[in-house]
């Protein structure tokens, strides 16, 4: 077969496949989905095409109406991308943007006529279709780029970057393969109406099947990282042009080296563009010596401080606020790991951390220690690993030994609310880009006091809470004195009038002792909650407490059990504040257990101490919630049922006893309470 029949039928076979992807395009602007633009492209790539095949067919139309055509062409597939993402976005791009873009290829359009006009002789020289072709080519590949970033989400624009970017990777390649050989490769040109065919066969019937779901309407974003993927575009073409021009010079100057210099010159600049597309980390370095180079700012501050304030504002139940803290700082400067420390009892301690392992607890650091002061009088950045010859490393010496324990360790930012330093903060090393300018320590000094003002603004929230909690605790205790003393009136005077009846002796009596023992429990109630005079301590057995305990009890189920493993165990404490704290336990563990389950209780002496055990099979507790709740004042899981103090309540009881309460539990298989309290012999 002849070439220019091969030709003919890859270009009039494209021609053919691109006038359907035209009557695709027709039809989906007609329902809305597409920019007409697209429609005017196509069917311009099909006039393309026809006239190239027509040429090879036996119509010549000459280099200068070809080159036009091709001008044309890329032209307005730059117009229908661009027009694209204002279509699909809602925005269109920066003016700039714009101005370059669509700039370029309007000049190379007045260019072309003005040689056609005056009948240069350079509009029949093959290199100004190769040059030409080439840099509308890259423009074309910048301007699917641009559409690809700023409307990704959209399916159907995915697919037509996809396919029209593919096009023009193939010009980018064909037109670098024509510079550096000095002339257009039949086999590649010819092969062009194929490639165009074969993409515009994928792009028609990949629209009719994503088309049957309107597409959404994507945001739009121009930000660094476009820029960035912009310029790694831009670069890409240019090195592969610069790499063709090389690749020129050397086959008029290599001699029989040559074409082994050319295959390695044209390798070279295809596994260099490879390499940063596909690398993060050559992606990242090429990132960071963008934002050297060419902003005047390292940081984009509005986007920076934005996202700050949204993670931190985020609802307080979702996790830990202090990890969350770690994780605000540490994303904005590509840390992997971090470490809080809040100053409790004038120590600075580790409070969370962020993949960051601290192997014991003696990580702390006094509040008035050299390292602390430095941080707070001088809100001083520490660079541990800092080279000797640097600013940062001035004040190295002041680090306490601890710190060097910490691997992969970057610096250490401190905390600060106004002149007061509520803590400090330890990042790992970024992946890349370690180093730390003054931009650096402007905006991590700037993040680390938001940081601090939200860490201390959560501490003052829990305080007020707690101490509202407690004020209304106060008042209930308020109102349960005024009852008190209602009944104990009340009761004093039956007694008062009992008196006065005395014929009846056997009634009387028995009614007045019984109201008089009222009438002192009552006291007695009222005096503790009143916290007036010392309690009644006394010596028990604990045996005979444990019976009583039991038969408050037996009116709920469960019906515990008791097993004596040890006998005459006595204990020096208040009999009432006993009996409730028990009674509290074990009614706790009650109504967590299923009524065909069990709640038993051990009693034994071991070492000088009563061991009292609390065992049930029920609902049982989570390792977090024992930690951090369990023993927490108005922290309770039974929801309108409890106040959540008893649990808080015991621990102090049992506590200014000498002893001691341990829990072990597991969800759905039940918890253990330990008892510990002092034995007292008679």
């Known amino acids: 077969m002849e070439y220019n029949n091969i030709a003919y039928i890859s270009y009039m076979g494209g021609g053919i496949i691109f006038a359907a992807l035209t009557l695709t395009f027709f039809y989906l602007w007609q329902q809305k989905i597409v920019h007409f633009s697209l429609v005017i492209a196509s069917l311009i790539s099909v006039i393309w095409q026809l006239v190239i095949a027509a040429q090879n067919h036996g119509y010549p139309i000459g280099l200068p109406l070809l080159i036009f055509l091709e001008t044309v062409r890329y032209g307005s597939w730059i117009i229908a991308l661009v027009a694209s993402i204002k279509f699909s976005a809602g925005q269109q791009l920066p003016f700039q943007v714009n101005f370059v873009i669509h700039g370029i290829w309007l000049i190379s359009l007045g260019i072309i006529i003005g040689l056609v006009a005056s009948n240069h002789p350079l509009i029949e020289n093959t290199n100004l279709l190769i040059w030409n072709s080439l840099i509308l080519s890259i423009l074309g590949l910048i301007s699917v780029e641009q559409l690809y970033r700023n409307t990704h989400k959209n399916r159907l624009i995915k697919l037509l970057s996809v396919t029209i970017g593919a096009i023009f990777v193939y010009d980018i390649y064909v037109f670098s393969y024509s510079l550096i050989f000095n002339i257009i490769d039949q086999s590649l040109w010819q092969s062009r109406g194929a490639v165009n065919g074969l993409a515009g066969l994928i792009t028609a019937i990949g629209v009719l099947v994503i088309s049957n779901r309107y597409p959404e309407k994507t945001s739009f974003a121009i930000s660094r990282p476009v820029v960035f993927y912009t310029t790694s575009m831009t670069f890409a073409g240019c090195f592969l042009a610069l790499m063709a021009v090389g690749g020129y010079y050397v086959q008029l100057y290599g001699g029989s080296w040559g074409t082994i210099i050319q295959t390695l010159v044209l390798f070279t600049a295809l596994l260099a563009i490879t390499i940063v597309f596909v690398s993060y980390t050559a992606r990242s370095k090429l990132n960071v010596w963008i934002n050297k180079n060419f902003f005047s700012h390292k940081y984009d501050y509005r986007v920076e401080w934005i996202k700050l304030i949204n993670y931190l504002s985020q609802p307080a139940n979702e996790e830990d606020f202090h990890q969350r803290a770690i994780k605000a700082i540490a994303s904005i400067f590509k840390s992997p790991q971090g470490a809080l420390w809040l100053e409790h009892n004038h120590l600075f301690s580790p409070a969370s951390s962020y993949n960051m392992p601290l192997p014991n607890n003696r990580f702390v650091e006094d509040i008035?220690?050299?390292?602390?002061?430095?941080?707070?009088?001088?809100?001083?950045?520490?660079?541990?690993?800092?080279?000797?010859?640097?600013?940062?490393?001035?004040?190295?010496?002041?680090?306490?030994?601890?710190?060097?324990?910490i691997s992969e360790l970057w610096l250490i930012l401190p905390l600060m609310t106004e002149k007061k330093l509520i803590g400090f903060m330890t990042l790992a090393q970024p992946q890349h880009d370690k180093s730390l300018t003054w931009e650096d320590l402007d905006l991590l000094k700037a993040s680390g006091r938001q940081v601090a003002s939200y860490l201390d603004r959560h501490k003052a929230a829990e305080q007020l809470t707690e101490s509202k909690q407690f004020d209304t605790f106060n008042k209930l205790t308020a109102f349960i004195m005024h009852d008190l003393k209602n009944l104990i009136a009340q009761q004093a005077l039956v007694v008062e009038n009992a008196a006065k009846h005395k014929d009846n002796p056997a009634f009387v009596e028995d009614a007045i002792k019984t109201i008089d023992n009222s009438v002192s429990r009552m006291s007695n109630l009222l005096r503790k909650l009143q916290h007036k005079g010392p309690s009644e301590v006394k010596n028990l057995d604990l045996e005979k407490i444990l019976i009583d305990v039991i038969k408050k009890c037996h009116d709920i189920k469960p019906t515990p059990s008791l097993r004596l493993e040890s006998s005459d165990i006595r204990v020096n404490a208040d009999p009432d504040y006993l009996i409730m704290t028990l009674a509290n336990i074990i009614k706790n563990a009650q109504e967590a257990t299923k009524n065909k389950g069990f709640v038993d209780i051990t009693l034994y002496k071991k070492d000088g101490y009563a061991i009292i055990i609390v065992e049930d099979n029920g609902s049982g507790m989570d390792e977090d919630f024992i930690k951090d709740r369990l023993f927490k004042p108005f922290d309770t899981t039974k929801s309108g049922k409890g106040m959540g103090i008893g649990v808080y309540q015991t621990q102090e009881f049992i506590t200014s006893l000498n002893g001691s309460i341990t829990v072990n539990s597991a969800l759905g298989e039940g918890t253990t309470f330990k008892i510990t309290i002092p034995i007292c012999v008679i």
Request: net charge negative.
């Open 368 to 405: 008035n220690s050299p390292f602390c002061q430095t941080l707070l009088e001088q809100e001083w950045v520490f660079s541990p690993y800092s080279p000797d010859n640097e600013q940062l490393s001035l004040l190295n010496e002041l680090l306490p030994t601890w710190i060097y324990e």
